[in-house]
């Protein structure tokens, strides 16, 4: 059942830099109204998003230091376990520094996510917009 | 497979018989070699790129003449095996060498054959014999003009493939450098992207009017700030690491006193040091140290970039900073018999693991990046400091600290006993 429409949308940003993350949060709660759960542990990640908790995950591609099940787990391949461990269809925006040729249309098909942003991301009215969009499109 | 010679002889038609009037005419026809090696030699050396061939004194002309007449004694000689088409081989060889074109060879050969069929008017004024005569002549000239040619064919093809052997191997040299140059683009591009990105989101953040209170905005541009300081570093690793692959960096080495090296870095770690109350122990204080052989500005940045990395990653205690004299046995085997010192900067900080001791020293590696994320730094430092080092002559590395924990980094730097100053490109 989705939330009442009054209560602030969850987003959950997985960042290994800190700044990064802090201007995702901070343009996400001022500008959008929403709210974000800032984390690089796995576990907890997943505790979110089974109680359902997460509205939109917001992964970036190079994660230094999140380890899963033994090995260091990048932003592809948690967008996998984050899906499978989602009791409803979870909307994912990749958000990298990776911006060569080609980057995009690999990350995105080996992913499964749902839109791409390149690094530097500085806009917090664009960056609200594209949450927005891919929050109405998965309702 | 039957070879070039007997290939060709069967083609010509050339039998024993013809063997056998070659060996008769031999002692006839040789009163005439020294007139036929005059006619040769006037015709071949005025080509125009033949010329340039014969760059020796009329000794080198009367050489090859006396050489004509000996190749002409064999053209009679009447033996024509594998042995003679070797020898034939070899005239064809010898003038690619140097450089005589097939189209001044077979001119001047032209002559020859024009000049021999005089001569054997001279020698049988019978009509029928000379006829049979000029016939078996054209034929081994025939022959023998085959196999210089053939020569000539053999060591072009060799040459062709000698520089289509140079031009592949340029290729993938210069396939695998792309390549190189291309991880390094991306992976500049990934590295400045992120302090960027804090730099243009902050500033825009506060630009747009996000910031809850004017203290907030005032910490967002302490970050602003963090970031473009980041960045700069960056650029600055970036250029050196781009001079250094390119060969372009330029090392004025010369009699540096160590002393003031390390008193005018020490104090640029002092304000971080003490931030994060750790000390800093110079040991090397009282100790009367050597002038050494170096560039230094660039010994500076290293001792910094290794200083900073030590404060960077220790979160209580001690960076320690020791000079010693490295045994002359194993000085010798990695030195090139240089006499140096060995600066160690050990701290007590959170250590690197063995397996990765070597590839931090790798450009874009750090042994945690994501205490780098956190802490700063390019992961261009250390690789830049070892090229740096190893360009003054000595060499850097890492060990585990003497308790068991933190990091020890140790450099050698050459003693200032060679000449006074140098200018050293990598």
Redesign the interface.
Known sequence: MPPPADTPRCILIVE?????A??YS??LE??GGFTCVVT?DVTEMLAYVEAGRVDLAILDV?L??TEWEGHTIDGVELAHLLREHAPSRLPILLAT????AGDRERLMAASGADDYM????????HLVEKVRNLLRRNS | MESFIEEMKRYLGFTEEDAAVLRSLGPRLVKYFPEMSERFYSQIPFHPNAFRVFTGSEAQIQRLKHTLQLWAAGLFRGIYDEGYAQERFQIGYRHVRIGLEQKYMISAMGIVRAYLNECLVQEFPATDERMEMSRVLGKILDLDLNLMCESYMHATVQNLRSLNEQMERANRELAGASHTK?EF??HI???L?????????????IL?G???SPEEERQLLK?VF??AQHLLGLVNDILDIGRIEAGKMVLHVEHVGLRDVLDSTLPLIAIQAAEKRITVVDETADLPLPAVHADEVRLRQVLLNVLTNAVKFTNEGTVRLRASYPDEAIASSDMLHMPCIRLEIEDTGIGIPPEKREVVFQKFVQA???HS??LGGTGLGLAISRRLIEMMGGSIGLESGKYGRGTLVWMTVPLAVRQQEEVIQA
């Open positions: 290994d830099h800190p700044l990064v802090k201007f901070l343009a001022r500008a690089e190079s230094s230091g520094a990776h911006a060569m390149e690094k530097p991301i500085y806009d917090a009215a | 291309d683009l991306a591009s990934h590295e992207r992120t302090p960027l990105n804090s730099v243009l989101g902050f500033s825009k953040l747009d996000l910031c809850a970050d963090a970031s945690d990046p994501s994320r956190r």
